[in-house]
């Protein structure tokens, strides 16, 4: 996911829960998040999505980076 943020100018996060669950935040145009959205759709080579759940909030602008949490 780093990879498509930064292709798309998108700031935030990702990390990967104890469950085998990924937690992403993502802040940008809304097209470029709607870009990585896409991709975390379909996920890496050899990964399986199951579902997606989105929740929108106000854009604040924490951001200036996207980085892999652990």
């Known amino acids: 996911m780093k990879e498509a943020a930064e292709k798309n ?6 990390r990967n829960l104890p469950d ?7 802040e940008g145009a ?4 709607e870009a ?4 975390s759709r379909i996920g890496p080579p050899g990964g399986v999505v199951e579902d997606l ?10 951001f200036s980076n996207f980085e892999i949490l652990s």
């Open 30 to 33: 809304e097209s470029n998040v």
């Open 36 to 39: 990585v959205m896409d991709w």
């Open 53 to 62: 759940q989105i929740k929108e909030e106000k854009h604040k602008g924490e």
């Open 9 to 14: 100018n998108v700031n935030g996060w990702v």
């Open 20 to 26: 085998k669950r990924v937690e992403a935040v993502l």
